[in-house]
Antibody, heavy 121, light 110 residues
């Protein structure tokens, strides 16, 4: 059973960089056909797809966030990471990592529990 | 990219059937059979309920079914139960090789 766990600071100052890591257990991040995703949810709001990465390093990002986002993968640690630069209060959200088991077509069958990141000075 | 359009809320009595719509464009919902539906209970991560328009993952009740016509996908919950009360989100693959979520629908069991 694949499990995902987000980790990282729960509080980030405005203009700084938000950095989160997702650790995958129970399966290999190098499995063919799986894309590793980041999704966020603003308080009391809907889901927003941030982007995903294939184990080879290929990435796809939400156009609205693309200029500030980098997703990377470390296959040796079975982890993938999110960096969101120049954050503002509008980036306060619960951040989820998830496994897209449908070749990137949006079959998000496994999710982490989510981690709340607050942007505040 | 604008979010896919869902009704803000849908309600029904136990045992009834309800349908949630998810409207997009020919560049997302209408262009691909890659629509998924997720159920989210308060304080929990979303759970995949339907993928590729109408397929149910193992373990998901047969009371949940999906369909699509043109640019609109739909999720139907039959035999509504108290535990179905939750938020539901659709998602679609897009022509930009990205994913797009719906605005979300709160289902209330009366």
């Amino acid at each position: 059973q694949v499990q995902l766990q987000e980790s990282g600071p729960g509080l980030v100052k405005p203009s700084q960089t938000l950095s989160l890591t997702c650790t995958v257990s129970g399966g290999s991040i190098s499995s063919g056909g799986d894309y590793w995703s980041w999704i966020r949810q603003h308080p009391e709001k809907g889901l927003e797809w941030i982007g995903y990465i294939y184990y080879t390093g290929s990435t796809y990002y939400n156009p609205s966030l693309k200029s500030r986002v980098t997703i990377s993968v470390d296959t040796s640690k079975n982890q993938f990471s999110l960096e969101l630069r120049s954050v503002t209060a509008a980036d306060t959200a619960i951040y989820y990592c998830a496994r897209d088991q449908g070749d990137g077509y949006g079959i998000l069958g496994y999710w982490g529990q989510g981690t709340l990141v607050t942007v505040s000075s | 990219q604008s979010a896919l359009t869902q009704p803000a809320s849908v309600s029904g009595s136990p045992g009834q059937s309800i349908t949630i719509s998810c409207t997009g464009t020919s560049s997302d919902v209408g262009g691909y059979n890659y629509v998924s539906w997720y159920q989210q209970h308060p304080g929990k991560a979303p759970k995949l309920m339907i993928y590729e328009v109408s397929n149910r993952p193992s373990g998901v009740s047969i009371r949940f079914s999906g369909s699509k016509s043109g640019n609109t996908a739909s999720l139907t919950i039959s035999g509504l139960q108290v535990e179905d009360e939750a938020d539901y989100y659709c998602s679609s693959y897009t022509s930009s090789s990205t994913l797009l979520f719906g605005t979300g629908t709160r289902v209330t069991v009366l």
